[in-house]
Structures are given as C-alpha cells and as structure tokens.
C-alpha cells in the first residue's frame, strides 16, 4: 500500500537548501548521517496537471499563508506579492540553488 509521497529538490546548493528549510523555514527532519537530511511532512497530495510538456514541481502549502509568511520573513525569507487563485492563495520563495518553490494556503476543502 502506498503511504505517502517523497519528494526531491534538485539543486546545485544542497547544503544550502538543507539549511534553509530547517532554518528558515523550520520544517522537522531527522538526519540519515553525513548531513543527509530527510524533512518529514505530515501531510502530502499528489496532482496531475495537463502540460504540452513532461515535467515535475514540489509545492508546499500551509494552513495560514499569511502568517507562515510573517514567520519565515522573520528569519530573512522574501516572498512574491500574494496570488489569489480559485483553488488558493500563493506566493513563491527562491530555495537555494534551487529556483523558486510555490507555498499556498488552499482554498479547497481537504479530506
């Protein structure tokens, strides 16, 4: 049975990155030894969207964008201007080596 979802940030900072999602913006990890950190979600989705291309992207989301937002700008994280979309209110955050990632705080009723 699957349980759930591991995703991977491709980055040319690895290091970096590691450090800016424990730092930053604080998220659980336990460490696999060499500074290998895994980052333990308690929650995860999965969607297909349509593309005329093949490609994959990891979105992170959050009960309360605003104040995630406030939280993390704290610890020097900057963020785009707030979208409201249909399914979400989204902003974005440049990981290190790693390009910008999507944080929302969704809309949709989740089960």
């Known amino acids: 049975m699957i349980k759930g979802v591991h995703a991977l940030f491709y980055t040319t ?3 970096a990155a590691r450090a800016f999602l424990r ?5 659980p990890f336990h ?4 500074g290998w950190l895994i980052f333990d979600f308690p929650e995860g989705e999965v969607g297909c969207h349509p593309s005329g291309r093949v490609s994959h992207e990891v979105t992170l989301y959050c009960d309360d964008l605003d104040a ?4 993390a700008s704290a610890r ?6 707030i979208v409201e979309e249909d ?3 989204v ?14 705080q969704p809309t949709y009723r989740r089960e």
Do not use: I
Request: glycine residues 16%; proline residues 10%.
């Open 13 to 15: 900072e690895p290091e």
């Open 23 to 27: 730092d930053k913006l604080g998220v």
């Open 31 to 34: 460490e696999e030894g060499k």
């Open 68 to 71: 995630t937002m406030k939280e």
């Open 76 to 81: 020097d994280v900057e963020f785009s201007p």
């Open 87 to 89: 399914w979400g209110r």
């Open 91 to 104: 902003t974005t955050f440049e990981l290190p080596g790693g390009g910008p990632v999507r944080l929302y």
